[in-house]
Nanobody, 124 residues
Framework: QAQLVESGGGLVQPGGSMRLSCVAS????????IAWFRQAPGKERARVSC????????YYADSVKGRFTIVRDNAKNTVYLQMNNLRREDTAVYYC?????????????????WGQGIQVTVSA
């Protein structure tokens, strides 16, 4: 059974940095697409970044471009989301999601596996 486990969340001040990790098991990691989503209170789950299988096709939401970077380490079956210059509006539960086939659908229903989610709070 495939499993995704996120780590690295917590509380950070505005302007600070944080790195989230997503460790995958039970799936063919190097042929799976991994995405990061987030869900703020009262809002729908939204795609933040995706596309580590092909760096030239990497996607970032407009709100995080230039601040977030997605990185893949196939040797560790891990995908990282480096978040810099964090803002209060980045506060959300962050999820990693895996897809067995190629592509980065915008909707959560396009992914086969999900992590349990991890809280990121940006506050002074």
């Amino acid at each position: 059974q495939a499993q995704l486990v996120e780590s690295g969340g917590g509380l950070v001040q505005p302007g600070g940095s944080m790195r989230l990790s997503c460790v995958a098991s039970g799936l063919t990691f190097d042929s799976s697409e991994i995405a990061w989503f987030r869900q703020a209170p009262g809002k729908e789950r939204a795609r933040v970044s995706c596309g580590v299988r092909r760096p030239d096709f990497t996607y970032y939401a407009d709100s995080v471009k230039g601040r977030f970077t997605i990185v893949r380490d196939n040797a560790k079956n891990t995908v990282y989301l480096q978040m810099n210059n964090l803002r209060r509006e980045d506060t959300a539960v962050y999820y990693c999601a895996a897809r067995r086939s190629y592509g980065c659908p915008i909707f959560p229903t396009g992914y086969d596996y999900w992590g349990q989610g991890i809280q990121v709070t940006v506050s002074a």
